[in-house]
């Protein structure tokens, strides 16, 4: 451990200057245009339906969509299961141990690890469970708003990624 502990700071330098990408006009105007488009639908949705189906995390998420849908964590599985396991993680937390300080963090952790070992990591699934946990979730939470939320913004993704020529999406479902 005293060795790890050592070595600590030299893995910490890295580079001072990264290697980036050329910028792109039209990458940057599609994603806002797409991010735009997704919130919209989700609030159009949850206006219909007159239950709210946003949540924070979906910002998150449509940043990934659409500002980086090559990403592996912008892919389907990801998007869906990603939220979804941290959902029910969100939702056994609660039912087991209340909403306080630990049982947030908690729930973060036990997201983490879930999407994890299930293939599904989409870091805005751990705001997921933080949300779900401090709204003190029942499970009616897994399917709205989280859900269905994500299959609109998986929906959107399909729709717009896909609509000009410079983007495809999804690289893979599974």
């Keep these: ?12 330098k890295g580079q001072f200057r990264g290697n980036h990408s050329k910028l ?18 989700i609030l159009a949705v949850t206006k219909m339906a007159g239950y709210p189906l946003l949540i924070g995390s979906f910002g998150a998420s449509a940043v990934l969509l659409f500002g980086a849908s090559d990403s592996p964590l912008a892919q389907p599985r990801n998007l869906i299961g990603g939220h979804l396991v941290s959902a029910v993680a969100a939702v056994i937390i609660v039912a087991l141990g ?35 946990v ?9 399917l709205l708003p989280v859900f ?19 983007r495809q999406y999804p690289k893979h479902w599974l």
Excluded: C
């Design 134 to 142: 401090q709204g003190h979730a029942g499970y009616a939470y897994v």
């Design 24 to 41: 792109s006009l039209k990458y940057a105007v599609w994603g806002l245009v797409s991010g735009t488009l997704s919130i919209l639908a």
């Design 98 to 132: 209340g909403s306080g300080s630990y049982a947030i963090a908690f729930a973060v952790g036990l997201a983490i690890f879930l999407m994890y070992i299930t293939h599904t990591v989409h870091p805005p699934g751990g705001a997921t469970a933080l949300i779900g």
């Design 148 to 166: 269905a939320g994500a299959l609109i913004l998986l929906i959107v993704a399909l729709f717009t990624n896909n609509l000009v020529h410079h």
């Design 1 to 12: 451990m005293r060795n790890r502990l050592a070595r600590m700071p030299g893995k910490m």
